[in-house]
């Protein structure tokens, strides 16, 4: 278990779990989805020894962070705003933010909805795309129409959550591997629209090579403790932040903002006949760069620490 120390940040009647290690100016880490802040546990010591304060999140809705249980409390608005109290609090007002999966477009959002306290910005596997007044679900709708897709399947409350909950450590080893560089293609693969999130996916044995059975027990303990309606919330809305931040004009990022994915990740595919990744510079002002790292899946920072440490660097370095 790495060596860090806890604290809570308080966002009104929200509270938020911090794992932080060093001193100096503040990299703050924010996780994606099925994760924790035990995601960045490859970068966070990295980063503490190149002389930064080295802070992961807990987002709301996961592990010791709050979790309420309404829809609105997940919106992209109340999420970023969870982010800037923590570089309040601990990084005095100013941090460079990483983000990863949900992490990223959260990360992205802090620097646009709150940019004086983003000096740098890095998103990993999600590019930056400004939310518009179209939310991505009625966008998914038409793309993957009479066909399965997970986001889609994930808006009917408490479908999802009673299939994953059914038991934390199977669905966190398929889903871990299904967007892994050993599982893919079976993350979206094509199957039935009545589908569950599960169906056709692999349960691996052994386990994915970038996590042991001490890290999955980590993982599956913090599901069963708070379970998956707080994670799965982000994702139904979507629709509030189009209503919402989908109003505002503009959206490109000033800031320094770099991009880094992996190059078997699923995400590249959401869109049939595009490649996600392509998008990373467009709404960014100040853009340091893409870092593609070879044979890596959607997890690349747990699944290539040592090249995206690498990646982290360039742009630390290049501030």
């Not at 892994?180 to 090579?209: H, R």
């Not at 490649?275 to 997890?299: I, M, Q, S």
Request: proline letters at 6%.
């Amino acid at each position: 278990m790495i060596d860090v120390d806890f604290t809570t940040v308080t966002n009104g009647d929200i509270s938020i779990e911090v794992a932080t290690k060093g001193s100096g100016p503040l990299v703050l880490f924010v996780h994606g989805w099925p994760e924790l802040w035990y995601s960045w546990r490859h970068q966070i010591e990295h980063v503490a020894a190149r002389g930064y304060t080295a802070a992961a999140l807990n987002v709301r809705g996961y592990g010791n962070s709050s979790n309420p249980i309404e829809i609105e409390r997940y919106t992209m608005r109340e999420i970023t705003g969870d982010v800037a109290a923590v570089i309040d609090a601990i990084g005095g007002g100013e941090a460079v933010v990483v983000g990863h999966d949900w992490g990223a477009p959260i990360a992205w959002n802090t620097a646009r909805l709150h940019p004086d306290k983003v000096r740098g910005v890095v998103g990993m596997s999600v590019p930056y795309v400004p939310i518009g007044p179209v939310s991505l679900i009625d966008l998914f709708e038409q793309v993957y129409a009479g066909r399965f897709f997970y986001q889609l399947y994930f808006q009917e409350p408490g479908v999802a959550e009673a299939e994953l909950g059914e038991d934390d450590a199977r669905s966190l080893r398929m889903i871990y591997h299904g967007a892994s560089g050993q599982g893919v293609g079976t993350f979206i693969a094509e199957k039935p629209v009545d589908a569950k999130m599960l169906d056709g996916m692999v349960d691996p044995d052994p386990l994915p090579a970038f996590f042991d059975q001490d890290d999955l027990d980590l993982y599956a303990t913090a599901y069963a403790t708070s379970g998956w309606h707080g994670p799965i919330n982000r994702y139904r809305a979507q629709g509030l932040d189009a209503a919402d931040i989908g109003q505002i004009e503009g959206g490109d990022l000033l800031q320094p903002a770099a991009f880094i994915g992996g190059e078997l990740d699923p995400v590249r595919r959401f869109m049939p006949g595009a490649d996600l990744y392509d998008f990373a510079p467009n709404h960014c002002k100040d853009f340091r760069g893409t870092t593609v790292v070879p044979g890596a899946g959607h997890w690349v920072q747990q699944e290539a620490p040592d090249e995206t440490n690498a990646a982290l660097d360039r742009f630390l370095d290049d501030l």
